[in-house]
């Protein structure tokens, strides 16, 4: 009877890293590690399992409901891995309230698990970098954040054409539903949700739903229409905004312009951020490329985060970037570089007998901080060479007898097509110059 | 009413990572990283989740009957959080195993979930280095994972002395107890865990299970008592040991001297590794201090580890090495560094208009790769310095009335307690000195 073997395929939804593709997700991660400490934030982790009651207060109900991996642990608590990384930083920020120096700047890179049907850009397990800065009553913590947003992308060769940020206000949306067209609280946030799926039905379906919950208003869908295509010189037109709200997003606007961000920031009202957590302005930033426009990452102002957990208040600012949309994104406009393995030195083994010095050898090279590739069964020179063209190793270190009589090497240049024999500490020298060049 | 709180708690036997310990956390990778990379080994990841299935034929099974993470996930498959990565690492590279150039050199630094009670160096989610070797069918393979697994904590400043790496191979146990103590194969199956568990359990509870399991031989403790302290030199005295066994042992440890390793490294018949996939040598490094006097981390040699998935045949060397038991081990020898904030700048905010000159500041600082946190708040001169002291910076950058107008900062370094005024350009290019050397 023949065995039944099991699948080499991975769980649905989610990837396998090999080498390739690690070094691609510790490339977008590094570089966006380096723009974030630049501006003095230090990374934290939580566990992957909370307990379930931490997203039942503030995740989105689509979430917990249908996309949340819940279960019993075998000491029948109720847990779930983590969609979101916002309720783990809300908790442990409220758990050192009065020890953390104010203000607070953290980010971290979780992986993140959303049980979603697979599509473009849509995975069961992503990763995705989480900027916040708590304790900053001020619009320049949003400048902070939205520069810092920008910067990520610039860091990654991005030009100032290829994204451009759209910036709203909570309290827009609030003042114009409640006072402009006096909707009750429980209709404005039906229609806040409607608006944020807008982009995802046909206009027919929105007019549809938007007159269902507007029955009283037959000029509604035109209403908001304006709304959602107001400019800041024509905001005070919008009936229900407040004098007070208008200043706070003209304030913002003046001193985007002032930093050098004028050229990448739009008001938009149509802005819409699908979690209940958000209390200020909000953003979302847009690939101008036509094969991906959509909105690459987003966050906002929370005022109210930690209340779950403390009577204090604790205002926050912030926004999660995922790795799946970014990568998209870069490859979309010619962004993501060649990783290669040339950095690493290859030492073939010619000779069984050859093995201890070659070892040696590769020790030499390893303190000095360059990686080594050591054949550790002899073979066929043209074996070992296709192996190291295969991995793309540039650098070849050949012992042969000539070599251990002389104490020497024969140090190859692959791409150069060069090679010269030299002392063992010249050799290093050497590949080292043209590493850290 | 008052308004029911959340705790602020994690989930048991976890950790959160607050920017301090996340500092080590990325300290102990990182060193790991530069050992394991300065070998040619390439970084892989696969998914937190994996089907059941994978677990149950190979993993202990203690760990899937008790300590797994598993649940129906919302599709109705059966899945697991992954309480160890070799099954993980056997189905990627079973699943490309034509395309990949061998030898497959791999490492990575998985978090790993295990329902335990919590204890000393015992949690739920750790994080453990994986590092394989595959496609290796010679001892040298061993002796590049040895020569490794001690680089690895020598590049963490670990004196010699400090730990001592224990070496058997599966072959012995299994020629002792069927050709030596002429067990049927299911008793040495017992009496292989009841050593796994020897040092966990009293003298006479350890000589009552060896008597129950071995009913025949009143001798069976004694001659076991005597294989388990064999040495090299005494091992040919053993019943039953094959002399190829003997010859497979010797040649390694003559290598290993000749590398340079013997002082380093004991033969320990009684070592024997928990997991069943293991079939040639095995090895355990353990703390020397009397402290901590426990196995550091272990592996060894598996050859059938893509059996489930293939038929083709693969060997594999390799080793696990714990985060928590890596720190505990630090701690204890005193080589934990102090890991603080010390190259990042400070910009104090003296005047709210002076911010996006402060700003700007910042930014050329960042562009420069110094990271800089720029306060957002103007607030009074002590309260900003406390805060930086706090926080652990070295360097902070004035820019108040005068150095507006003459377009200058003054640069204080905290550490020397001087002082400077300067230009920007200046100021910047003495930090880098600095923070480089």
Redesign the interface.
Known sequence: MKEQ????????G??????DQ??L??YLFSVMK?VV????Y??????????L??YR?KTGEEIVG?QI?N?????G?E?A?RPEMTPTVA??V???LREL???I??FSIP?L?R?EQPGHGRLR?HWQLNVDLFG???H??E??IL?LAC?ILFAFGAPRTSFRVKVSHRALLDEFFLNGLNLKPEQAQEVSKILDKKNKITQDEYKAMVSKSIPGDSEAVTKIDSFLSAKIETLSTIPGIKEETLKIISDLFS?LS??GLGDMVDFDPSVVRGFDYYTGFIFEIFDTSPENRRSLYGGGRYDNLIG????EELSGTGFGLGDVTLQNFLQTHGLLPNLG?EN?V?IPLLDDAF??KA?SL?GK??SG??????S??SQKMGKQLS?AE??GYRWILLLGEDELRDNTVTLKDMLNRTQEVCSWEQALQKVKEVIVS
């Open positions: 073997k099991l699948t080499t395929a991975n769980y649905k989610t990837r396998d890293f090999f080498p690690m070094k997700r510790n380096q400490r630049s501006y003095g230090e990374e934290y982790d939580g566990p992957m399992i909370e307990s009651d931490l207060a249908k991996y279960f019993i642990d075998k000491g608590r847990v891995i908790r442990m409220a758990s050192k120096p104010r203000p700047r953290w992986n698990w049980y397990e900053v009553n001020h320049r913590a400048l902070e520069s910067d001193d002032e930093m779950l957990f403390s009577n393995n690493t290859f093995f201890l070892q590769a090279f390893r901080s360059v990686g080594v590739d050591l550790l069964q192996y295969k991995k």
